[in-house]
């Protein structure tokens, strides 16, 4: 049974700098595509960044670009989100996510994480 389970988040003034974790177990990182999400109340899910699983290769939201970076421990099987420059616009529960169902990066995945608050003030 594949398991996701997140950790970091919490509150950060506008221009700061969080890093979310996202630890697996039952299923290794490494040959997993994996990605972020953010989600806030009244809107749809939002794609923010993600890694395909071999290759490494990255995508990012044109929103978060230059400011986020998708990071990956095979050691530690766990994938991390570090953000930097945060914006109250950033603000929304964070979700990780792996083995993706379709063939974009963006897409829906198979297991998720259970989601951290990230708020950041202005």
């Known amino acids: 049974q594949v398991q996701l389970v997140q950790s970091g988040g919490g509150l950060v003034q506008a221009g700061g700098s969080l890093t979310l974790s996202c630890a697996a177990s039952?299923?290794?990182?490494?040959?997993?595509?994996t990605g972020w999400f953010r989600q806030v109340p009244g809107k749809e899910r939002e794609f923010v960044a993600a890694?395909?699983?071999?290759?490494?290769?990255?995508d990012y939201a044109d929103s978060v670009k230059g400011r986020f970076t998708i990071l990956r421990d095979n050691a530690k099987n766990t994938v991390y989100l570090q953000m930097n420059d945060l914006k109250p616009i950033d603000t929304a529960v964070y979700y990780c996510?792996?083995?993706?169902?379709?063939?974009?990066?963006?897409?829906?995945?198979?297991?998720w994480g259970q989601g951290t608050q990230v708020t950041v003030s202005s």
């Open positions: 039952g299923r290794t990182f490494r040959t997993a595509s």
């Open positions: 996510a792996a083995e993706r169902l379709g063939t974009s990066l963006r897409g829906s995945y198979m297991y």
């Open positions: 890694m395909w699983g071999i290759s490494g290769n990255t």
